[in-house]
């Protein structure tokens, strides 16, 4: 089998981050000999999760078992999730910010047995639904846990409690016309109705205000998505939520902001 060198696109702060957490567990569980040194399992996670490597290529590459790759990897997983900021946590940073931006992606999945909830009639694919909140530049805040792709991203937002949240610490929300009716402290753009088949100057000139400062949120969204793990997920969704999470954790690690 041939190999070559690879390259991760992530500073030595995470990659110590993480093996220290790792080293830590070990100790915790008086862990014995392990193929992988704490250093060695934290790299093959960064792989699997920024480089999206296959548990195949990693074990070809670690030279270890595909099994033992898989279970070093999602107990990397495991130990990051249990640091990742709920969003109460988040709410306490957010309440300071001027103002936030909501908005929901999908990532995708491979079909399942039950693929009906995971299907998002609006990007015509198989996904679970994420509700990512970023701020006044672009900068990732905080990710929603995981909802099958076909939760409407208002839903989504009212289940994690989102718009209560952001209401109750009085934090001005800007969100795309999927939140229309959210009320609180969210504001929308306006919709042409069937009362009002026309925007008045005025409001296209608001609606094109709102679209600038939405823009920025993208970048979250595109941050948060060089992940390339999330490019497709090939596992159970269920599991989805642990690793948007683990991700969560790695990215504040890496822009130095927020890191537990």
């Known amino acids: 089998m041939l190999s070559y060198p690879s390259t991760i696109s992530l500073s030595s702060r995470t990659l110590n981050h993480l093996a220290d957490r790792l080293r830590s567990h070990r100790r915790q569980r008086r862990s014995r000999w392990r193929r992988l040194d704490p250093g060695r399992q934290a790299l093959l996670a960064l792989a699997h999760l920024r480089n999206g490597d296959t548990y195949t290529r990693l074990a070809a590459g670690f030279n270890i078992g595909i099994a033992t790759a898989w279970r070093y990897v999602q107990e990397a997983i495991a130990l990051l999730r249990a640091v990742a900021d709920d969003l109460d ?17 999908l990532i995708p ?77 969210v504001r929308t753009p306006f919709k042409r109705r069937r009362f009002r088949p026309k925007l008045s100057r005025r409001q296209k000139t608001v ?54």
């Open 207 to 260: 609606n094109r205000a709102h679209a600038k400062i939405r823009a920025r949120g993208e970048r979250a969204i595109a941050t948060l998505k060089t992940w390339k793990v999330l490019a497709k997920l090939r596992c159970c969704p269920r599991r989805a939520t642990a690793i948007v999470q683990a991700i969560l954790v790695l990215h504040h690690v890496e822009t130095n902001r927020y890191a537990g």
């Open 109 to 185: 999945i491979d079909r399942v047995a039950d693929q009906k909830p995971y299907y998002s009639g609006k990007h015509k694919s198989h996904g679970v639904n994420v509700q990512v909140i970023a701020d006044a530049v672009g900068r990732l805040v905080w990710v929603s846990p995981a909802l099958p792709g076909a939760t409407h991203d208002l839903t989504a937002a009212r289940t994690h409690g989102i718009i209560e949240a952001l209401t109750s610490v009085n934090v001005m929300t800007f969100a795309d016309k999927a939140y229309q009716g959210a009320r609180g402290s």
């Open 89 to 105: 946590t988040a709410m306490r940073r957010i309440r300071r910010l001027a103002y936030v931006i909501l908005d929901g992606t």
